[in-house]
């Protein structure tokens, strides 16, 4: 009988540091950050696209998925001392 594979786990925090190049780098790190938030919220694939087509056609939904990338780049904004 064989085990189910135990998923490894989900990097929440890309090479493990907020520090970024540029503010363009950083906003790229948040994007990618934003969308680990999700896959760790849903690990399951199908469901996962699945339910892609309801929040793609509502703007509440989308706007939310913006102010999940907004909060992840301002975290890594103070990081990097962007706003010096």
Do not use: C
């Amino acid at each position: 009988m064989n085990s189910p594979a135990t998923p490894s786990p989900i990097v929440l925090v890309p090479g493990n540091t907020l520090i970024t190049a540029t503010p363009e780098a950083g906003r790229h790190l948040a994007v990618k950050m934003a969308r680990l938030i999700m896959k760790a919220t849903q690990p399951d694939d199908a469901v996962r696209a699945k339910l892609r087509p309801a929040y793609a056609d509502d703007p509440a939904l989308l706007i939310a998925a913006g102010q999940t990338v907004a909060m992840e780049f301002a975290t890594i904004a103070a990081a990097n001392n962007y706003w010096k």
